[in-house]
């Protein structure tokens, strides 16, 4: 097989896999775009030099560290910045490029490890090519790259031994004979859920799974009086899965450092970066060294200085530690394998020597018993003698059956012969020993082979039983067709009020989310650094929303969005609080008449939830204005004003006196807080509260207590003129934990039945958010509301379960076509298309020849209401029969006429529900 390509050249990035097929020579660099094409023009045809010239005997750096430097110092002088001639940097970069190669063709050739001396060396090696000297004020930033090269080598091989430092600890675990109960899923999913501790206790699992040494017992992580090595075994996640996570962590700051150069060649990059992903590096290289010396009961040869007086050291030192560290770790992980590796095979020895005399036993006893064979040896005798043919014939043919049963049986036996260790422990010796027979050497190779095999052992399901994300949840086809009937409640209400739909990307750039939550804002999922944007999930559909109307200049516009949104909260499945879940927002947007949209968004909040099967529900109403006015007039400080709004909304579900503990932790005096009480624990029908306020006084000459007040009067009454201000509490205690609300605020609440499930819809004004991700001064005002369909889905479930006797089943079609008689396939196929071509919902059995009682009793099931069926006799007439289970009638029908007639049943066409229930309810209100 050929070496791979590394490119190198302008606007070129590599990557630490890369650098480190370079270091072991599967891999070769070459030119790359703009590069190329400027070597090529200028006809500079070198091919590097013959030989290193060092003009001192000094410190050298590796063959995998020379290797590695070179290539990088090869990749930043491409960029164009360390030399500032186009031309002579595309043909430094070729003559880099040379160096490597002959750094790999030859591994006793090393480049000397002072920066000085190394730019001397290329210098004096390119002499006389038609290269540009490398001039000495380059030497910080040689210094720069030979550290990063020395780090990323380390780091990246370090990371190519995690992938099978589980299956060498696992092979000790067979060895040890430990309790595999220790890395049962209880420890790492649930009760520690550190991901790549995780990940190791699931390999070591797979691996060992079906062990008769490493067995399952109930020890779990209780070991206090286990031996040191076995300990370490026991541990092993706990130690490996970190180690893991900091060398992946450190790879990636390591890899962005590589593509990162020097502005020019006079400048210098701060080494800290390189610093702290080393020193990372080092502590993940003694934490995993420790535990392989550990697990083997010999010592650990860790360079301890690196943790001892690492900040006073240089960073040339910490690397040279770091790379003598890792050749320990590899070492000692190799004699830990064959260690394991050892065990297995004399035990597998043995095992197979107690099998063979077993069986020689079994057959010795066998021969004693029954010696008819041996008596009978003499004199050949014909055992057919006087048989027909045909007689003799079946006689060697059920020989014959019973010969390959008996092999057949064998071969099972043979197969399900209990092996002594896990269903991957064999298959990974095999894999470890693939490359030598002299003992186990951790190569590219192996390492591939190991962790493919550790991959297809993981995919076959016996690491764990299959479990959903926390806070989620799967939705079964009944649920379904629930949810669906939610979501054609909601858009219809959305449609009928002139509303247009948008969407939104589920991810928004980081900065977009935060600062607007307050403290929920620490709910907001954020999404893994991939080296570019910082991005999180967003949290809402209103500040996406905002976003939106800024970038895109819509002006009015009232809008609505059904979409997932993700949050970070401890969820309660059985009160509908997930992690993710949808909410279907309306919004209005610019400008238009005072409390004009408020009263709308209200109004479709009201409409939504009368319309779906929830039973009663309220909305408390309050406005934030006045909120705050009544913590200034009880002399709460302004910057307060928010994580008292915070405590003063638990009010729902805490009593006063906890709501009260909560405000004076937070800061306020007792009678700061008693005065808040006298306001906040107020609630009523709207009009009757807002009287109450304005005859007592309560507010005195307070302007934006007024304001609010006077916003409140005109939004009662066009709710009143809508019909909806029935449903309003007018509640001075709702308070709406996020920020950007600036106005009216309002919350829904089931009040009907045994489900709790808390608030099923909110919203609000909040004018200043769009402004946000505007230019100055430009306000762009919003209000709206949204429904909690997660919560609300949840209360149409109880209820439909409570109507149906505990069963939410619902029939997906109105029509089941069966058939009575043999081969009737294409006959059912084309009833069923006619009912499909009148957009009737129908489906047949699959099927070849399905009985009619069973299909009767799948329709009955299944609650489909009629039964087509179609037979011989009736369809030589053009006729079928169509059962009306509920009914309990049957009805010869035209085939020409089978659509009218069902419909004149009552089945309703896909997608006409609602006009069927319209012209229903028009029909019942003229009767009356």
């Given at each position: ?5 590394v ?12 650098l480190?097929?370079?270091v072991?020579?599967?891999a ?5 775009g ?6 090529e023009e200028a ?10 010239i060092v003009?001192s005997?000094?410190n050298?750096?590796?063959?995998a560290?020379s290797?590695?430097s070179a290539?990088?110092l ?13 031309k ?6 070729s003559?880099l490029i040379?160096v ?7 591994a006793?050739?090393q480049?000397?490890?002072?920066a000085g ?6 210098n004096?090696?390119?002499e006389?090519s ?8 380059l030497?910080?930033?040689v210094?720069?790259i030979v550290?990063l090269?020395?780090s990323?080598?380390?780091a990246?091989?370090?990371r190519s ?11 000790s675990?067979?060895?040890l ?8 899923d209880?420890?790492y999913?649930?009760l520690r859920?550190h991901r790549?501790s995780?990940?190791s206790?699931?390999?070591m ?6 062990s ?10 209780r070991f ?5 090595p076995?300990?370490a075994?026991?541990?092993a996640p706990?130690?490996l899965g970190?180690?893991r996570?900091?060398?992946?962590a450190?790879c990636k ?10 502005p ?8 800290t ?7 990372s590096?080092?502590g993940?290289?003694a ?7 550990a ?7 860790v ?14 030192t910490?690397c ?10 590899k ?5 830990e ?6 065990f297995?095979r004399?035990?597998?020895k043995?095992?197979?020597e107690?099998?063979?005399?077993k069986e020689?036993m079994?057959a010795?006893?066998a021969s ?15 055992e ?12 060697l ?12 049986k ?6 399900k012969?209990?092996?002594l260790f896990?269903g991957?422990t064999?298959p ?7 490359e030598?027979?002299s003992?186990?050497?951790l ?21 764990r ?15 379904m067709m629930?949810?669906d009937q939610?979501?054609?409640?909601i858009?219809?209400?959305f449609?009928?009020?002139g509303?247009?739909?948008i969407d939104?990307p589920?991810f ?5 989310l935060t600062g607007?939550?307050?403290?929920d804002s620490?709910?907001i999922?954020?999404l893994?650094?991939?080296g570019?944007e910082l991005?999180?999930?967003r949290?809402d559909?209103?500040v996406?929303f905002a ?6 200049s819509?002006?009015?516009i009232?809008?609505?969005h059904i979409?997932?949104?993700y949050r970070r ?10 992690r ?8 209005i ?7 004009v ?16 099967p929830?039973?009663?529900?309220g909305?408390?109403l309050?406005?934030?204005?006045l909120?705050?006015a009544?913590?200034?007039?009880c ?6 004003f928010?994580t008292?709004?915070?405590a003063v909304d638990k ?6 006196e906890?709501?009260?503990v909560e405000?004076i ?6 009678d700061?807080?008693d ?7 107020q609630k009523?029908?709207?009009w009757?509260m807002y009287?109450?306020?304005m005859d007592?006084?309560?507010f005195?000459?307070h302007?934006a207590?007024n304001?609010?007040m006077?916003d409140?009067?005109i ?6 003129a ?7 509490s ?10 950007y ?22 919203g609000?004004?909040y004018?200043?958010l769009?402004?946000m991700?505007?230019e100055?001064g430009?306000?762009t005002?919003c ?8 919560r609300?889905f ?12 505990g069963s ?7 029509v089941?076509v069966?058939?009575?008689g043999a ?16 957009n009737?919902?129908?489906?047949f059995?699959q099927q070849?020849?399905p ?9 009955l ?5 009629f039964m087509v ?9 053009g ?7 509920a ?6 029908v035209?085939?020409?006429?089978l659509d ?11 997608g006409?529900e ?7 309810r028009?029909?019942a209100?003229?009767?009356?």
């Amino acid at each position: 097989m050929g070496k791979r390509a590394v490119l190198i050249g302008k606007g070129r990035r590599i990557v630490i896999d890369e650098l480190i097929a370079l270091v072991h020579g599967s891999a070769e660099l070459d030119l790359y775009g703009e590069t190329a094409q400027i070597v090529e023009e200028a006809g500079f045809a070198y091919d590097g030099p013959t030989t290193l010239i060092v003009s001192s005997d000094g410190n050298k750096l590796s063959s995998a560290g020379s290797i590695a430097s070179a290539s990088i110092l090869c990749l930043a002088v491409a960029q164009g910045r360390l030399i500032f001639s186009k031309k002579e940097s595309a043909i430094a970069t070729s003559a880099l490029i040379g160096v490597v190669r002959l750094l790999q063709s030859d591994a006793s050739l090393q480049l000397p490890a002072d920066a000085g001396e190394y730019l001397a060396c290329l210098n004096a090696s390119l002499e006389g090519s038609g290269v540009c000297t490398f001039p000495t004020s380059l030497t910080g930033v040689v210094e720069r790259i030979v550290n990063l090269a020395i780090s990323a080598v380390v780091a990246g091989q370090t990371r190519s031994l995690c992938q099978v430092v589980d299956v060498i600890a696992a092979l000790s675990a067979e060895r040890l004979a430990v309790d595999v109960s220790a890395y049962a899923d209880t420890y790492y999913d649930a009760l520690r859920p550190h991901r790549e501790s995780s990940t190791s206790a699931t390999t070591m699992r797979a691996i060992l799974n079906g062990s008769q040494m490493a067995k399952l017992g109930k020890q779990g992580l209780r070991f206090s009086n286990e031996a040191e090595p076995a300990k370490a075994v026991l541990n092993a996640p706990q130690q490996l899965g970190p180690a893991r996570e900091a060398v992946k962590a450190a790879c990636k700051t390591l890899e962005l450092e590589m593509n990162c150069s020097e502005p020019d060649g006079q400048s210098l990059f701060d080494e800290t970066v390189v610093r702290i992903a080393t020193l990372s590096v080092a502590g993940a290289i003694a934490s995993l060294l420790e535990g392989t010396c550990a697990r083997r009961s010999t010592s650990n040869d860790v360079d301890g200085s690196l943790t001892t007086d690492a900040q006073s050291q240089s960073l040339s030192t910490i690397c040279s530690m770091c790379e003598h560290n890792y050749v320990q770790l590899k070492s000692s992980l190799e004699a830990e394998a064959d260690s394991g590796i050892e065990f297995v095979r004399v035990e597998t020895k043995r095992a197979e020597e107690e099998a063979k005399t077993k069986e020689a036993m079994k057959a010795a006893k066998a021969s004693s018993v029954n010696p008819k064979e041996s008596a009978n040896g003499g004199g050949e005798k014909d055992e057919f003698a006087g048989m027909s043919e045909e007689k003799k014939a079946k006689i060697l043919k059920k020989r014959a059956e019973k010969e390959a049963k008996a092999k057949a049986k064998a071969a099972a036996k043979e197969k399900k012969k209990v092996s002594l260790f896990g269903g991957g422990t064999l298959p990974v010796c095999t894999a470890l020993c693939k490359e030598t027979s002299s003992g186990v050497v951790l190569n590219e190779e192996v390492v591939s082979e190991v962790t493919s095999l550790v991959e297809k052992l993981l995919s076959g399901g016996v690491q764990r039983k299959p479990k959903i994300a926390k806070g989620t949840r799967d939705y079964l086809p009944e649920q379904m067709m629930i949810r669906d009937q939610a979501f054609q409640i909601i858009r219809r209400v959305f449609k009928r009020h002139g509303a247009v739909e948008i969407d939104t990307p589920v991810f928004e750039l980081k900065d977009t989310l935060t600062g607007k939550y307050g403290e929920d804002s620490k709910l907001i999922y954020d999404l893994a650094d991939q080296g570019g944007e910082l991005l999180a999930l967003r949290y809402d559909l209103t500040v996406p929303f905002a976003r939106f109307i800024a970038l895109n200049s819509v002006g009015n516009i009232k809008r609505f969005h059904i979409g997932k949104v993700y949050r970070r909260d401890q969820p309660v499945l059985s009160k509908g609080r997930y992690r993710e879940f949808y909410q279907c927002d309306f919004d209005i947007a610019g400008t238009y008449g005072r409390m004009v949209p408020d009263s709308e968004a209200v109004c479709v909040a009201c409409e939504i939830l009368s319309s779906l099967p929830i039973g009663d529900f309220g909305i408390k109403l309050n406005h934030r204005r006045l909120l705050d006015a009544i913590l200034d007039i009880c002399g709460v400080e302004s910057d307060k004003f928010r994580t008292i709004c915070s405590a003063v909304d638990k009010l729902d579900k805490e009593p006063w006196e906890v709501v009260k503990v909560e405000m004076i932790e937070k800061g306020l005096k007792g009678d700061v807080a008693d005065k808040i009480g006298t306001f906040v624990l107020q609630k009523g029908e709207p009009w009757e509260m807002y009287n109450s306020l304005m005859d007592s006084k309560i507010f005195g000459n307070h302007k934006a207590a007024n304001e609010a007040m006077e916003d409140l009067k005109i939004m009662f009454g066009y709710l009143e003129a809508m019909g909806k201000l029935k449903y309003i509490s007018f509640d001075l205690s709702l308070a709406r934990g996020l920020d950007y609300y600036t106005g009216v605020i309002y919350e829904a609440v089931c009040m009907s039945g045994n489900t709790q499930v808390g608030s099923i819809g909110g919203g609000g004004r909040y004018d200043n958010l769009v402004s946000m991700f505007q230019e100055a001064g430009k306000v762009t005002p919003c209000v709206g509301v949204s429904v909690g369909i997660e919560r609300v889905f949840t209360l149409m479930e109880a209820r439909l379960r409570e109507e149906q006797g505990g069963s939410i089943k619902q029939a997906n079609v109105k029509v089941l076509v069966a058939s009575v008689g043999a081969n009737m396939m294409k006959e059912r196929m084309k009833v069923t298309q006619l009912l499909w071509n009148a957009n009737i919902s129908a489906e047949f059995s699959q099927q070849e020849n399905p009985k009619l009682k069973y299909e009767l009793a799948d329709a009955l099931e299944r609650g489909i209401p009629f039964m087509v069926i179609v037979g011989e006799d009736e369809l030589k007439e053009g006729k079928c029969k169509v059962k009306d289970l509920a009914a309990r009638t049957e009805d010869l029908v035209s085939l020409d006429e089978l659509d009218s007639f069902l419909r004149g049943k009552g089945v309703v066409a896909v997608g006409c529900e609602f006009a069927a229930e319209e012209a229903a309810r028009l029909s019942a209100t003229n009767l009356n």
